[in-house]
């Protein structure tokens, strides 16, 4: 039988090689570096060593740099990481500062951890917030302490670390592929070789089988908004529900609506001109009998605040565009009421008509708020940190379009919706994923499917894109956005 190392080593060069790590010449794009004992036991000095597979361009031995996958074996566990050279980043910097890199591993880390709680085994991960740091990170070591027993090598620069049950070896060489080592060792490499750019079309499929294994489906991570919207609004009562144009705010608000009393429901939109007056109430000039005199209207707020104390029953409000007006003098001394916590200390509040006000500490507890968000228009109004605390906010992402969602007349734009998500998660920061397009841009009727998706593409989503990147956005995913637009309909996006 081999050595130890040699069978770990040849089957760790083998898994790459089948996610693209090497070329059409079967030329490896990786070094290996073993510096470990054949029968993986410690050293004289009684740490275990590495094993690393870095760049194909450094020397076989020596200092290096760039990203590179590091598999440190130990005394009963083996630590999978992510490492960064002992020259730094190198030429990998740009990768590794793309906001699409720390995306991939900060999944990863997510579906470790449910893939350990799930099976309930001895898994523990950790990965960097800031990918372009390179400095020694505190959790990190805190995390490794935890394995000090098993004498592995410590490197707390790492930008993202696994620590696993060491594989187990027979008289054949590796007992089981199924153990979790080589399940978290499959889904690292799989991400890795995406961001390398290495797999081909067969390479990328048997990439997502990699993260596959460890038993996550898509449908797992599903969220169902309706419910989750309508869970907050029982318990929060005022709800947030933001998202770019197309994600369906206005389609989810339409459902949760007819949870309702119609006559229980009141709807509003903010704009720029949306005053206290409009929203709560105000005295408003009329005509009476020839004359001009003046008479208190109520807004939607107070309406919808007399309703719910008339009624057993919920009161929805629901307040579209909420940040299209500037909120600090829409609500007034309304914005006090926002509080789901009940505080006998809490000074009563006046509002509506002064001539017969409703007197108030809280809103009443059968009434809801739901309000809308557009954050992908740049020029509206920043909420501050004061009324995010009084609401709770909801995202709602693009996301693929069940078969089931469509009714017999539409379509969906599966692959195109993809390749346009993929240049988000892979270029946008935090900020700019709010920017991406929503699904409903991808829907159109089954007759005349790809002409009406071409126009969408040329007459809507371009245009959009375009104007992202002359105000400065998404601008390192220029190159990506024109190749996109010219493979889907031959347009460039500046001419």
């Not at 040699?6 to 089957?11: A, C, G, N």
């Not at 629901?318 to 916590?341: M, P, Q």
């Not at 009434?367 to 509206?380: E, F, K, P, Q």
């Amino acid at each position: 039988m081999p050595a130890k190392k040699t069978i770990l080593v040849e089957k760790m060069e083998h898994l790459l090689q089948l996610v693209g790590g090497k070329n059409r010449t079967g030329e490896n794009l990786f070094i290996t570096r073993g510096a470990v004992q054949k029968d993986l036991q410690p050293s004289e000095k009684g740490t275990y060593g590495f094993i690393s597979f870095i760049r194909s361009d450094q020397q076989p031995s020596g200092p290096y740099s760039g990203l590179s996958i590091k598999v440190n074996p130990g005394k009963d566990h083996y630590r999978i990481s992510l490492d960064i050279g002992n020259e730094g980043f190198g030429d990998d910097y740009q990768l590794a500062t793309l906001p699409g890199t720390r995306r991939k591993y900060l999944e990863l880390q997510h579906n470790i951890r449910i893939y350990a709680k799930d099976k309930k085994v001895d898994i523990k991960c950790f990965s960097a917030l800031d990918f372009s740091n390179d400095s020694k990170k505190r959790e990190l070591s805190d995390l490794e302490a935890e394995y000090y027993e098993d004498n592995i090598d410590s490197h707390p620069v790492d930008l993202f670390v696994a620590f696993t049950k060491r594989p187990t070896f027979n008289e054949d060489g590796i007992a089981d592929e199924n153990e979790d080592f080589w399940k978290v060792f499959k889904a690292m490499i799989a991400v890795y070789a995406e961001l390398r750019q290495w797999p081909n079309i067969g390479e990328a499929k048997r990439a997502q089988l990699y993260k596959q294994e460890l038993n996550l489906s898509k449908s797992a991570k599903d969220v169902d908004e309706v419910a989750t919207v309508k869970h907050l609004l029982k318990t929060r009562r005022y709800v947030v529900v933001q998202g770019a144009p197309g994600t369906g705010k206005t389609y989810l608000t339409a459902t949760l609506r007819k949870e309702y009393v119609d006559q229980n429901v009141i709807f509003t939109q903010f704009h720029a001109e949306t005053t206290y007056s409009d929203f709560v109430g105000g005295y408003q000039p009329v005509t009476e009998n020839g004359n001009l005199t003046y008479r208190y209207h109520e807004g939607p707020f107070l309406r919808a605040i007399k309703k719910a104390k008339d009624s057993k029953d919920p009161v929805l409000l629901i307040i579209d565009e909420i940040n299209r007006a500037n909120l600090s003098n829409v609500l007034g001394e309304a914005f006090y009421l926002f509080e789901t916590h009940f505080d006998e200390r809490r000074a009563e509040i006046e509002i509506g008509d002064p001539q017969a006000p409703v007197k108030l500490q809280q809103l009443p507890k059968n009434m809801r708020v739901i309000a809308t968000m557009n954050t992908a228009d740049r020029s509206l109004a920043v909420i501050d940190f004061a009324l995010r605390r009084r609401f709770a906010w909801f995202t709602m992402n693009p996301r693929e379009i069940k078969k089931e969602e469509l009714s017999v007349n539409e379509k969906f734009h599966k692959e195109i919706f993809i390749r346009l998500h993929n240049i988000f998660q892979m270029y946008a920061n935090s900020n700019e994923l709010m920017l991406e397009p929503g699904q409903a841009y991808f829907i159109t009727a089954k007759d005349n499917a790809e002409q009406e998706m071409k126009e969408r593409l040329m007459y809507e989503l371009l245009p959009l894109i375009r104007e992202y990147l002359e105000n400065g956005l998404m601008m390192q995913a220029s190159d990506a956005f024109n190749q996109f637009f010219i493979t889907e309909i031959d347009q460039t996006l500046f001419i």
